[in-house]
């Protein structure tokens, strides 16, 4: 469910007064919801709980690592439907397009998983959704986020 909300560790966040609104291209006609854009306090809390999860993660094994990474592999695959129809709708993209990207950005972390990445490497990563597809890094965000400790 995308609720236009910043995703902060644990917690979500709306308490941006400014918002805006992704764009279907194809229509011109806005998406619901309206997405608040983060405070510097929010930017800070996340630098913050970065910091924190550094250490454990630092000192977590590069096997266990390795399977938080499949973990989200595996809910972002759960998530496909919700993800790839949103992206669909913030792209006008043909769906057989966005499908095919979302194999192969799957496919891609897949293979992180098993290589290197950020997170493999044990650092904490804070991530600026994509303005144009506020609702579509919302759900990925909510996929990832299901299968972190922090």
Not at 18 to 42: I, K, M, Q, R
Not at 134 to 140: H, K, M, Q, R, V
């Amino acid at each position: 469910m995308i609720r236009g909300a910043q995703l902060i560790g644990r917690a979500e966040t709306a308490s941006g007064e400014a918002t805006f609104a992704a764009v279907n291209p194809v229509s011109g006609n806005a998406l619901a919801p309206a997405f608040h854009e983060a405070t510097a306090a929010d930017v800070d809390q996340a630098l913050l709980l970065a910091r924190r999860a550094a250490a454990a993660m630092g000192a977590s094994s590069l096997s266990d690592r390795g399977a938080l990474l499949d973990r989200v592999a595996e809910s972002l695959e759960e998530g496909r439907e919700s993800i790839v129809s949103r992206c669909q709708e913030e792209t006008g993209y043909p769906m057989e397009r966005v499908q095919g990207e979302f194999a192969r950005m799957l496919g891609l972390w897949t293979t992180f998983a098993n290589v290197v990445s950020a997170l493999a490497a044990g650092c904490p990563v804070v991530v600026k959704g994509h303005p144009s597809h506020p609702g579509t890094s919302e759900l990925l965000g909510r996929a990832i986020a299901r299968e972190s400790d922090c």
